[in-house]
């Protein structure tokens, strides 16, 4: 995607610089005038600078992929994806990681744009330093140490100057040092002044992110543990001890309380959630999707980047959970009893207050007292009423009365009950 219309302003001090005329100081901002002025000196042809493949020249393929696979930066891919790719997927614009020499490690966009932005070499493996290819804002970002845009006609090389890009670094949070870039290139869609400041949103995320990893980067066997499988696992929220994850091989992973709310919001929904719905479903309007990108790309790396896919949010697997055991048993007429003693306090049930969790539990709650108060059997109605779900429950109360015999001890017991909740509740 062209830009339409680049400065005419911005385009006449390129050409009249290199001529050897200096731009007048309000024709081009002085970052992009003093990068100009650093890669004519270091010799850089301004018509044809598009870097070749330097991933032949410097090492094979196998070597570069196993290089980037255990580059710091990498660890940071999914959250990338999970804040970036969902919301520009068809807009022409890539997505680009770069290593600290300004190495592209990873490009990714719609094939349309990646198409593109291959014609310039705009590709992985290839160098895009201010020392190889001229101003751009990745090797911009990485001489200047911040978050740069360029836009069109800024660009030193000709061939390039029908994109704009926007750029910031990353920072390792140990030792200070930059790791790499974030970069988005695309037309006139990233000229905008929105898209610097997107990039810096993301680049903040990512940094807080690595901090509380709280892990040394510099040691690539810090990235490269196996991901759990996503096939066999089991998911507990019902229990009084936490929420876990247990893999297949039969290891377990407690789980914060949102993690269990999203994977609970996703079993009920296989067709999958978009960014909002799945927010509403956490939180309604008190949670902005980048915070849901954010803690799905935490989950990922917790579990694994392939438990969960994007656009819509779904499972990648079925997901055996003891919520799903306790429903699929209401529905198929089980023992009511070992029904409730197995839901107990209800765990994730009562303890979130997400408005999906709480829909899902109030689905639950009324499909089990439906079937105790139906059947209408004793022990299920002692069971349902002596526990913390149905305590209060009137009606059951009532059934119960109702179904114990006359001059049975217990019916004054429960008919006490009946006449305390009537005053209660002013029934």
């Known amino acids: 995607m062209a830009e339409a219309g680049p400065s005419s302003r911005i385009r006449r001090a390129y050409e009249e610089f290199l001529v050897g005329v200096n731009p007048p100081t309000d024709a081009v901002r002085s970052v992009v005038r003093d990068s100009w002025a650093r890669s004519l000196k270091r010799g850089i042809d301004p018509g044809e600078a598009v870097p070749e493949d330097d991933v032949s020249a410097t090492m094979t393929m196998a070597e570069f992929a196993r290089y980037r696979d255990t580059h710091p930066i990498t660890s940071i891919r999914p959250l990338v994806r999970s804040l970036m790719l969902d919301d520009i997927a068809d807009t022409g614009v890539v997505v680009a990681l770069t290593d600290q020499v300004g190495r592209l490690l990873w490009v990714e966009g719609d094939s349309e744009a990646l198409d593109r932005a291959g014609r310039i070499n705009f590709v992985e493996g290839s160098v895009w330093s201010e020392d190889i290819v001229g101003t751009n804002a990745p090797g911009l970002a990485l001489t200047m140490d911040k978050g740069v845009q360029v836009i069109g006609p ?20 140990i030792t200070g040092h930059v790791i790499g870039v974030i970069d988005v290139t695309g037309g006139r869609e990233v000229a905008a002044p929105f898209a610097l400041a997107a990039v810096r949103s993301v680049v903040a995320a990512v940094e807080r992110e690595l901090r509380s990893q709280a892990v040394d980067l510099a040691d690539p066997a810090t990235f490269a543990a196996e991901a759990p ?39 009920e929904y296989p067709e999958g959630l978009n960014t909002e719905q ?23 790396r917790d579990l694994g980047p392939d438990v969960v896919r994007s656009r819509p949010y779904r499972l990648t697997a079925d997901l055996v959970s003891d919520l799903a055991d306790l429903r699929r048993r209401v529905a198929d007429g089980a023992d009511t009893r070992a029904i409730i003693d197995d839901l107990g306090r209800g765990g994730l049930l009562v303890e979130s207050s997400a408005p999906g969790i709480v829909e899902i539990f109030e689905v639950v709650r009324e499909d089990i007292r439906s079937r105790v108060i139906a059947e209408g059997e004793v022990g299920a109605l002692r069971t349902w009423t002596s526990s913390i779900h149905g305590r209060d429950d009137l009606q059951a109360w009532r059934r119960l009365e109702h179904r114990l015999p006359v001059g049975h001890p217990d019916r ?9 909740l009537d005053r209660r509740y002013g029934v």
């Open 154 to 173: 800024e660009h030193f090389a000709g061939p390039v100057q029908d994109f704009s890009c926007a750029a910031a670094p990353v920072h390792d949070p």
């Open 229 to 267: 499988e996503p096939a066999g696992a089991r998911l507990v929220v019902l229990g009084d001890n936490g929420y876990r994850w247990e893999s297949g091989s039969g290891t377990a992973r407690q789980l914060s309380r949102r993690h269990a709310e999203i994977l609970v919001l996703l079993q």
């Open 278 to 300: 799945l927010a509403m479903q956490l939180a309604g309007d008190e949670i902005d999707p980048v915070t849901v990108r954010a803690e799905i790309s935490r989950l990922r």
């Open 412 to 420: 004054a017991v429960v008919g006490g009950r009946i006449r305390l």
